[in-house]
């Protein structure tokens, strides 16, 4: 599974690519405006903290012509870069134009299976399905996340899916039982990831130990 962060800091990107397992970073308009700096500044500082990851940057146009004007933007920034581009109709036509370029995108705002497939058939890199949201409105959103990954497991279609709208660590736990291929989280979330309070008492209980004990390693 990749590990993804989702977030507009850039201090989060810089601790969490220090563990030295972060794949990648998502980022949307709502993300980018709560950081407070520049749409492309702040990019291009997550790119070049991650420069083997990838970046995820979210286009704002809404048309076809504005989609893929954006687009082809945005990903002449880095190579690393895919851009983000919402599950509507135009977002699928400019999907299927700017993969034929070259250009990975990352379809996302993806809340039903039926979406996941268009996404699928469109050619785009990551299908990111957003389990929390569903969750927020009293319904399964792993179920989506479930039926995403069998269909594109069923037809063979590149695109991965990417579980976005992560709550807390267990979303992540549900995603690697069903063969979700990333999971974007909060930073707050991903260091949860870490965390087992009987690893804290067993840690300090070897240490107690052996400091008792008065052993050394370097004689
Ligand atoms: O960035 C995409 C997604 O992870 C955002 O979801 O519900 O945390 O705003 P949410």
Known sequence: MKLFVDTGRVEEVRKAAEWGILDGVTTNPSLIAQAGRGFKETVLEICSILPHGSISAEVVGTTVE????????IASWSPNIVVKVPMTPAGI???RQLTREGIR??????FSPTQALLAAKAGATYISVFVGRVDDVSS??????????????NYGFDSEV???????????????????HIATMPFKVFEQLFQHPLTDIGLKRFLDDWNKAGLRIFE
């Open 93 to 95: 036509a400019a999907t």
């Open 105 to 110: 995108v990352n379809m996302t705002l993806v």
């Open 140 to 153: 399964e959103g792993m179920r989506t996340i479930e039926d995403a990954v069998q269909l594109v497991a």
């Open 66 to 73: 504005d989609i893929l004007r954006e687009g082809r933007e």
């Open 162 to 180: 990417l579980v976005a709208s992560i709550r807390h660590p267990m979303h992540v736990v549900e995603a690697a039982r069903l063969g979700a």
